[in-house]
């Protein structure tokens, strides 16, 4: 395409993705987005249930003591 004109000129075809596929790319970016966040919550409530569980044990001992 020629940077004089604001149109490109006869006969030129862009080569790109069509519609199908771009639909289909877009939903598993979307999918694979997902699947990311799921997995941050899952560690962040992992981590919270380990500090959960270390301060409970901690507790435990001083009573004890």
Known sequence: ???CFPYP????????????????SIKL???????????KREKK???KEKKARENGEL????ARS
Not at 29 to 39: P, T
Not at 59 to 62: A, G, L, R, Y
């Open 1 to 3: 395409m020629s940077r």
């Open 9 to 24: 000129p006869p006969g030129y075809v862009k080569k790109g993705i069509n519609d199908e596929a771009l639909i289909e």
């Open 29 to 39: 970016q979307r999918e694979d987005g997902k699947a990311k966040k799921e997995k």
């Open 45 to 47: 409530r992992e981590k």
């Open 59 to 62: 507790e435990n001992k001083k």
